[in-house]
């Protein structure tokens, strides 16, 4: 069996999750909301299952669809994508990124990651055959700095796989992190691998700035997005693939050889929904705002260290000063004693993690985070 996915422990998401199964526990760890989503998104989707074409669709996606994604771009990120050239359709953002990794990396490529990271950063990256070189960032602020960089990149620097909104901080990387980042990507002639899926999900005015939309940075990155993100669609794994077309047409023959297309109905969905009026998209950040703002307060008035949530479904407490320094214990006896399922950041490192983290899922119903609340009051009490 290959080492690398045969070694791999059961993730620490599946760990909890179960947990909170067996105990009955508030799960507030899974990173999905427990809203159905847009209802006229989800009717289309029926409408083309029933009335549509439901054989193979073009490899790289749908037209409508890829129209969509285009015009969807230029509207909220002043890009001008060619649809037919720059533009795929993937079944999800993780069929994305293992595409981009495989199309992009050879063996003894070095590629820098930025931990903590999506969990399957890492594995992708080794199946590739490349070398991982690990920028740790830290609390609270999660921010870039020339240092580790310069530690990082090397001739040898072939990829960056970089997340923004990143999951699991809730942060959002500045502008002069951006500009840092772009530097070095030129210095060291290397390729970023932007995982761009919450981009739309960003609090308190901000909007998102794409790292392909950066100065020089057109003809080296590849930009990753998510249906299931933007439309609270998880389970739907509708990816959006955008780069130059000399880059694309690589990704696109290694899409062809792991998923080759998309469901149709779902795509005929998507592209409706990338459509809708601004008001859709402002509503569902101001809906799931009311919902960070209201768990924030009710852990704040527990007595909790709240790191403030930029953006995502998460928010992160900082458990050092209840005098916890292991987060995965932490959360062990959070779902086992006190029936609250949450997620130890730790799990999201490779190396040096940091382990007074602790994240949760705020994009679920109010009746559902007060009952977490009230679960917590009694951890608060227990540590003063």
């Not at 739309?200 to 901000?206: K, P, Q, T």
């Not at 527990?302 to 998460?314: A, C, E, K, R």
Request: with cysteine.
């Amino acid at each position: 069996m290959n080492p690398i996915f045969a070694n791999i422990p059961t993730t620490i998401f599946e760990v909890m999750s179960g947990l909170a199964r067996e105990t009955g526990a508030v799960n507030l760890g899974q990173g999905f909301p427990d809203d159905p989503g847009p209802e006229d998104v989800r009717r289309k989707a029926a409408e083309a299952v029933l009335d549509g074409y439901n054989q193979y669709p073009p490899m790289m996606g749908l037209p409508d669809l890829r129209g969509a994604i285009a015009s969807h771009y230029k509207r909220w990120q002043g890009l001008d994508l060619d649809p037919n050239s720059e533009v795929m359709v993937t079944s999800g953002a993780t069929e994305a990124l293992a595409g981009a990794i495989l199309a992009l990396i050879e063996p003894g490529d070095e590629v820098v990651l930025f931990e903590p990271m999506y969990d399957a950063y890492l594995p992708l990256v080794r199946l590739a055959g490349g070398i991982p070189k690990f920028v740790t960032l830290q609390p609270p602020h999660f921010r870039l700095t020339e240092e580790a960089l310069a530690k990082a990149f090397s001739p040898k620097t072939k990829a960056v796989v970089f997340n923004n909104p990143l999951n699991p901080t809730a942060t959002i990387f500045s502008g002069e992190d951006l500009a840092l980042l772009a530097a070095f990507a030129k210095k060291f002639d290397a390729i970023v691998i932007s995982d761009e899926v919450w981009e739309h999900v960003v609090f308190d005015g901000r909007r998102h700035q794409p790292v392909i939309g950066l100065e020089g940075m057109r003809d080296r990155s590849v930009k990753i997005g998510s249906a299931g993100k933007i439309f609270s669609l998880t389970g739907w794994k509708v990816g959006f693939v955008c780069a130059a077309p000399h880059i694309m047409k690589v990704l696109a023959k290694a899409h062809q050889f792991l998923t080759f297309t998309t469901p149709p109905n779902l795509q005929t969905a998507v592209a409706y929904g990338l459509g809708k009026e601004d008001t859709y998209f402002e509503t569902m950040r101001r809906d799931f705002a009311k919902s960070r703002d209201r768990f924030t307060t009710g852990l704040e008035t527990l007595g909790f260290n709240v790191i403030p949530s930029q953006g995502t479904y998460f928010l992160n407490i900082d458990i050092a000063p209840l005098g916890e320094t292991d987060d995965v214990a932490f959360c062990r006896r959070l779902v086992t004693d006190h029936g609250v399922a949450a997620i130890p950041v730790s799990a999201f490192y490779a190396q040096g993690a940091v382990k007074n983290v602790v994240r949760f899922c705020f994009a679920k119903k109010d009746a559902t985070l007060d009952a977490g609340l009230e679960r917590l009051a009694k951890v608060a009490k227990k540590a003063a």
